[in-house]
């Protein structure tokens, strides 16, 4: 297995969205921090675009740093819009994050449920120039006139189907995040969308700290999940709320985590995926140094 870190530290570090010269500001960081491996994501339309025009200077830079993007995330709610007409513009720019994972080596591409089209009155999970990265524990939500989850769910099972298409013409695996409060939050959710999209080239991407705070079992996640994952975000937890915690600082079992990882033997990428803000190097440090004790411990090969 291979630690990495996810797109949270130049989101915590520069704030969201960012602009690109900020995300290539972040690279010889992440370097400093130990890492070899990230993830990059292409924060909307106009941003991912902006990266597709410049990614020979982001090649140069990764380079240079001697850094490899793993797994590339197309941020865009639009991908699930109820509007088959948005859906289709979406998808052209999941074509350009395709092209760009293709240029980059990445192994997989990453998409998120989004929140359903309900009314909140604080949505559950957001990232925002205006309220920065937040949870909230408790939600409130409006059904629409004439909603109908059946929609939203094949909204999102189409949409899934068509990016796992396009990313099989570049040999790409598609990972769908569960986050807290949005269509797929759960493990079962989760192996919902799987059978129903019918496509082998459709992952899921394991998120610890979101399947604690939905109170799932995250061992026994793992065993339910057993084939069906091909990516790992790693935070720990308490599941009064959904806060991203060092490793060790929660409540999530990692020596039977890692313990099970390797029985069942996984060997990709376990990516530290931490909320933090002033405390942001010394939880990557403290959980870089507590993951490679168990690993040691439990004789399993863990690179950094």
């Given at each position: 297995m291979k630690i990495s870190i996810t797109y949270l530290y130049p989101i915590f570090k520069y704030g969201y969205p960012h602009s690109v010269?900020?995300?290539?500001?972040?690279?010889?960081?992440i370097r400093r921090l130990g890492f070899r491996y990230l993830e990059m994501e292409g924060l909307g339309p106009e941003n991912m675009s902006?990266?597709?025009?410049?990614?020979?200077?982001?090649?140069?830079?990764?380079?240079?740093?001697?850094?490899?993007v793993h797994n590339f995330c197309v941020v865009d709610p639009n991908l699930v819009s109820l509007d088959p007409g948005v859906r289709r513009c979406a998808l052209e720019?999941?074509?350009?994050?395709?092209e760009l994972a293709a240029a980059l080596?990445?192994?997989?591409?990453?998409?998120?449920?989004?929140?359903p089209p309900v009314e909140h009155a604080r949505r559950p999970y957001q990232l925002s120039s205006d309220h920065g990265y937040e949870f909230v524990d408790v939600t409130q939500v409006r059904l629409p006139k004439g909603f109908r989850w059946s929609e939203?769910?094949?909204?999102l099972v189409d949409s899934c189907r068509e990016c796992a298409d396009i990313a099989r013409e570049h040999g790409k695996t598609v990972l769908i995040e569960p986050r807290v409060g949005e269509v797929v939050c759960s493990v079962?959710?989760?192996?919902?969308l799987l059978e129903h999209a019918q496509r082998p080239n459709l992952k899921a991407n394991f998120d610890t700290a979101h399947f604690s705070a939905q109170r799932e079992n995250v061992v026994l996640a793992l065993a339910k999940l057993e084939g069906q994952f091909a990516n790992i975000h790693a935070a720990d937890n308490h599941p009064r709320n959904a806060d991203h915690l060092p490793i060790g600082d929660g409540s999530i079992d990692w020596r039977e985590f890692l313990a099970t990882l390797g029985r069942i033997g996984y060997d990709g990428y376990l990516g530290l995926?931490?909320?933090?803000d002033e405390h942001l190097v010394d939880g990557y440090r403290r959980s870089i140094e507590r993951l490679q004790e168990i690993a040691a411990d439990l004789?399993?090969?863990?690179e950094v």
């Open positions: 010269d900020d995300a290539l500001r972040a690279l010889p960081e902006t990266i597709y025009r410049r990614q020979k200077e982001l090649l140069s830079a990764l380079s240079d740093n001697g850094l490899h720019g999941f074509r350009l994050g395709a080596g990445s192994e997989t591409l990453h998409l998120a449920s989004y929140a939203v769910w094949d909204a079962d959710s989760l192996l919902r995926d931490l909320g933090l004789k399993l090969p863990l």
